[in-house]
């Protein structure tokens, strides 16, 4: 099932926090909206989902435009951060209540509800209420209820943003087998690069209300397009000139010709492997780099960076 948003202007107030945002999905993707807090994300999500009406543009699914189609016929469901259990009910329960809902007989909900359990791994846990899983285990019974309901689009908003980082390497690797096995398209909404270069084939950048740069995640971290772009993943800034903004990859690879740079050191920290040196330059642009590319001379210091480890970028 494909999705599509095409100019897309969404909000809550006046003024609109998705500005005319373009994206895709292809049938059986996994898709990750990434950027940082405030930039729409969860808004997109809730567009898509028909929790919250859009202004402008137009949302399809399977080539259909879905503007004027309620949530619940959608056929799309959403995991949020907080897994939103119903604490009264059982864990059986919880998962059930989208099938019966949907009138599905109470044997066949059940039975639907077990079935999702178990591709969850959470067969066993029927009978528990909420207060008694788990941080990881109430995502898994939240995702499990989100699967009951047969989605055509799943649609996660940063479910395990609130886990420690061991629960949070389990679940991606339960969402990849999952989404493979359904071949469910899903977008997955993340802030934490690495999450989203783990579980996606493809990234989109969400800036200010728009995508900035999609494609494979080694493409944005390696081959950004525009200085905003390149800022996220962690490129600085050293020179600006009428060519653009030249800037440093946030990994640089030893070798190949290098050009030196001229400043002072104002601290050294030591950032789990190596040091780290702020190094404010003789042009004013201050940069946080590894020591090893860090040497003394006369009072001030040298920073050699290979030539391929910098690319000049426009400003917008």
């Known amino acids: 099932m494909s999705l599509e948003l095409r100019g897309v202007t969404a909000g809550y107030g006046v003024r609109p926090v998705l500005r005319r945002m373009s994206l895709s999905a292809a049938g059986g993707e996994l898709l990750a909206l990434l950027g940082p807090s405030g930039c729409g994300k969860t808004t997109a999500l809730k567009a898509v989902a028909g929790l919250l009406p859009i202004r402008e543009g137009s949302i399809h699914l399977a080539g259909e435009a879905v503007n004027h189609v309620p949530a619940e016929k959608r056929g799309v469901a959403m995991v949020f951060q907080s897994p939103l259990l119903f604490p009264h009910m059982t864990v059986l329960d919880n998962v059930a209540f989208g099938p019966r809902m949907q009138r599905l007989p109470g044997g ?27 941080g990881g285990q109430q995502q898994r019974v939240a995702l499990a209820r989100a699967l009951v309901t047969q989605p055509r689009v799943l649609l996660l908003d940063e479910p395990f943003s609130a886990l420690d980082e061991n629960l949070r390497e389990e679940m991606r690797s339960l969402v990849r087998a999952l989404q493979r096995e359904l071949r469910l398209t899903t977008v997955f909404v993340t802030h934490d690069q690495e999450e989203a270069a783990i579980l996606a084939g493809r990234v989109a950048l969400l800036i200010d209300g728009g995508i900035a740069q999609a494609g494979p995640p080694r493409e944005l971290f390696e081959c950004p397009r525009t200085a905003p772009v390149a800022r996220f993943f962690g490129w600085q800034a050293f020179r600006e000139d009428e060519s653009g903004i030249h800037m440093i990859a946030p990994a640089i690879r030893a070798g190949g010709e290098e050009i030196e740079l001229e400043g002072a050191i104002e601290e050294t920290s030591y950032r789990g492997w190596a040091e780290v040196c702020a190094v404010r330059l003789s042009n ?33």
Not at 115 to 126: H, I, K
Not at 290 to 312: C, D, K, L, M, Q
């Open 108 to 134: 066949e909900a059940a039975r639907r509800a077990a079935a999702a359990l178990e591709m969850v791994r959470m067969s066993g846990f029927e009978q528990r209420r909420p207060r008694q899983l788990s």
């Open 284 to 316: 004013g642009h201050r940069l946080r780099i590894g020591a090893a590319h860090v040497s003394p001379r006369g009072g001030r210091a040298v920073i050699r960076i290979p030539r391929a480890a910098i690319r000049i970028l426009p400003r917008q």
